[in-house]
């Protein structure tokens, strides 16, 4: 018996008609259909996907052990999610052992920031994979927000709201055009810092982009400091144009 193949299917920005057409067919025929999601909850790539999953698929839902519990430099946070990703990858390799092909939904792409490149890793040299790319988060809101980003020769810069506040600075301080991702409990740090960095006027602040709940507005015009996970700050570009 052969064994099976993984699938990484990006889900795109949270719309479930950005879906591309292949990941909608690979979706319908994978016998099963496994999704990252918080402990207790259906999770949004689950959401995202739900029409398209058939009765009989398999669902198998992989629970982060921690998501934002404990903070990102505590060693129990790697500890705890490296022990899960190993057990999630030999559970699915065991799929893949048994012929059967599994999906893995990953909102955006799954190449960017996703929970599915831990199991790739993982899994890569062991099984074939296919990756399905799906529309990335931040072409999503920008689009939504109807922002032209990059004109020219502008360099886009991509940064994580995780990171300290004076490496944010100093990243800050050499963009053409950026986008902030990470947000959430970030969301009070970044803005102090984009104060500081000659963007502030010129931000632009996405809440659930292309999803139902979206919100746009001025970064300036945000009255409070509080931001779900699915929010991101943009920063267009200004350059070289006809």
């Not at 496994?34 to 999953?53: C, E, P, Q, T």
Request: glycine content about 10%.
């Amino acid at each position: 018996m052969s064994a099976g193949r993984l699938y990484g299917v990006g889900l795109g920005p949270g719309d479930p008609e950005l879906l591309t057409v292949k990941a909608v067919r690979v979706i319908e025929t994978t016998p099963v259909i496994a999704f990252f999601a918080k402990a207790g909850r259906r999770g949004n790539a689950r959401a995202i996907a739900d029409r398209w999953i058939p009765s009989g698929a398999e669902e198998m839902p992989l629970e982060y052990p921690v998501t934002t519990e404990i903070p990102l430099n505590d060693p129990a946070y790697n500890r705890l999610l490296a022990q899960f990703y190993e057990q999630a990858a030999e559970n699915i390799a065991a799929q893949l052992a048994a012929g059967r092909d599994v999906a893995i939904l990953s909102e955006g792409d799954p190449l960017f920031y996703g929970s599915f490149m831990h199991l790739y890793i993982r899994l890569k040299e062991r099984f074939a994979v296919t990756i399905v790319p799906g529309v990335a988060g931040m072409a999503g809101c920008w689009s939504a927000a109807g922002e032209a980003m990059t004109w020219g020769d502008d360099i886009l810069t991509v940064l994580p709201g995780t990171l300290p506040p004076e490496i944010l600075a100093e990243k800050l301080g050499s963009i053409d055009a950026a986008v902030i991702m990470k947000i959430g409990k970030n969301f009070a740090k970044v803005r102090e810092v984009l104060r500081h960095s000659g963007h502030y006027e010129r931000a632009l602040y996405v809440e659930r982009g292309t999803m139902a709940g979206e919100k746009i507005m001025a970064l300036k015009d945000k009255p409070d400091d509080v931001a779900p996970y699915f929010a991101i700050i943009l920063i267009s570009g200004q350059g070289r144009r006809p």
